[in-house]
């Protein structure tokens, strides 16, 4: 099969991304004021449990599956078998998890009717096979659903949610939109695999490996989604669950765009390990570590530059508070990226999934502890120390258990210019934010002037990475013009 290369996949994939940043500038501040930190709060709470109970529906498969495809993604007869088995798996396991959800959210009574109307989430992720795409390397199908389902849903926001009382309605676009846009996905689906008939001892053999990529999952959702839980039971304030929901959103957004780089690799990853490809694999996980710190040191001392500056126009003056909570996860930057770094591009391509899943269960104990040590005193404060601090355990733990592959030198080489450049940066966005107003058009211009900064510091470094990509860049560039 003709894979579209790395780049281009990245093109497509930080594309989706790049809107993934914008749209929520438009609809964040319209939703923030319009519902109010309480409705928010509400959703964040309910939200926690639909994500959690579809999580466990879907196993490990998303990256199961795109790691089974991307092993074979050269016999188009065998990965189009294993398609069905791996689809089949999970379209009986989201179904069981959904009796289970119906029966929790008929037996809950607060907010109900919250729970009941995000059911079509689970009709989503049944029909998402976003999972084969990936695996062989066609990430256009999968970041021009996205880009048509986010575009969508934000022209029905505007047009339908008005009031506070439009809760129901703003929940109701974002599920029904998701699953209108896994289901487009089907319509592709015939030009890359067979109809294949699918046997029950087939299916067995895929249930164990998928529960070995469940850990992950559920530690992410501990991460991403149980602290909301757990805000909501111990410290019972929709307001404080509403502040760290939008700061953690504002985090994702800008960690989309090193996730969708590392998802990328993965498959490419997966497939040099099996062809045992070792000095190509060194290569990409190199480059790879290099374009991820290049990343994620300015995205987090630039947070801690620009946060004061964003927040009021953005959310409202009455999310003061996500100040504060932005400026403890700027950390979360670094952290993530080095840890999704080194999890897409070898935990996972070189088969090492149980190893990290022990990494995993400790972070998922670390965080749920520190959140019933510090939610009850500190509220949304408290669960973002403990984000940060069980996001640390599983970076420290995957250096641990990668040494064959990562060396600690390495990691510190590839970051240390970054880092310096960064705080330059950093210093410079200080003293010039108290000259700033905190509205869009001075936080895009402090935003500008700290990229101007951190860059013209990597080129007085002689940063040999980004001398090379840019020198690259302007090479392709003149050789466009000339044509």
Request: proline content about 3%; hydrophobic content about 50%; some cysteine.
């Given at each position: ?13 930080l594309?989706y ?38 999580m ?36 009986l ?47 256009k ?16 926001i ?97 960690t ?57 126009w ?10 504060t ?10 952290i ?49 120390v ?57 936080t ?40």
């Open positions: 099969m003709n894979k579209d290369g790395i780049k281009k996949n990245y093109i497509y994939n594309t991304q790049i809107l993934n940043l914008i749209l929520p500038l438009v609809t964040t501040p319209y939703i923030s004021k319009v519902l109010g930190p309480g409705n928010i709060g509400i959703y964040s709470y309910t939200y926690s449990f639909v994500s959690t109970f579809v466990v529906g879907s196993l490990g498969i998303a990256t199961y599956g795109q790691r089974e495809i991307a092993s074979v993604n050269d016999d188009k007869e065998e990965y189009s078998h294993r398609f069905w088995e791996i689809q089949v798996v999970k379209m396991s989201v179904s069981l998890s959904m009796l289970f959800y119906l029966v929790f959210a008929l037996c809950y009574k607060d907010y109900r009717i919250y729970f009941l109307i995000q059911i079509p989430y689970f009709l989503a992720a049944i029909f998402d096979i976003s999972w084969l795409f990936q695996g062989i390397e066609k990430f199908y999968v970041a021009l659903r996205n880009i048509c389902v986010k575009l969508l849903s934000l022209a029905l505007f047009l339908l949610v008005k009031t506070k009382n439009d809760l129901p309605v703003y929940i109701m676009l974002l599920c029904i939109s998701q699953f209108a846009g896994n289901i487009t996905m089907w319509m592709h689906l015939r030009k890359y695999v067979y109809v294949s008939k699918v046997a029950v001892r087939d299916l067995k053999k895929h249930i164990k490996p998928t529960f070995i990529y469940f850990v992950p999952t559920i530690s992410y959702q501990i991460h991403s989604v149980l602290d909301k839980a757990m805000l909501g039971v111990l410290y019972q304030d929709n307001a404080e669950n509403g502040y760290y929901e939008q700061a953690h959103k504002i985090v994702n957004m800008a989309m765009v090193i996730s969708s780089y590392n998802i990328v690799m993965r498959s490419r990853m997966t497939a040099l390990f099996v062809q045992k490809k070792k000095k190509e694999f060194e290569v990409n996980f190199n480059n790879s570590l290099h374009f991820i710190s290049m990343l994620v040191f300015p995205m987090s001392f630039g947070m801690a530059g620009i946060a004061a500056n964003l927040v009021p953005f959310l409202g003056i009455e999310y003061g508070k996500v100040t909570l932005l400026l403890i996860f700027c950390p979360m930057f670094i993530q990226g080095l840890r999704t770094c080194i999890g897409y591009n070898i935990i996972t391509p070189t088969g090492m999934q149980s190893k990290g899943n022990i990494v995993q269960v400790t972070s998922a104990i670390t965080n749920v502890f520190l959140n019933a040590m510090l939610i009850p005193k500190y509220g949304a404060i408290g669960a973002t403990a984000s940060v601090a069980a996001e640390g355990v599983v970076l420290i733990g995957y250096l641990h258990y990668t040494k064959e592959y990562v060396r600690l030198k390495n990691v510190i080489y590839a970051g240390y210019k970054y880092l310096a450049a960064s705080l330059v940066m950093f210093f410079a966005l200080s003293v010039l934010s108290n000259k700033f107003d905190a509205n869009i058009l001075d895009f211009g402090l935003i500008m002037l700290g990229g101007i900064i951190y860059f013209v510091v990597l080129l007085l470094f002689r940063d040999e990475f980004f001398v090379t990509k840019m020198q690259q860049c302007i090479d392709r560039m003149l050789k466009r013009i000339r044509k």
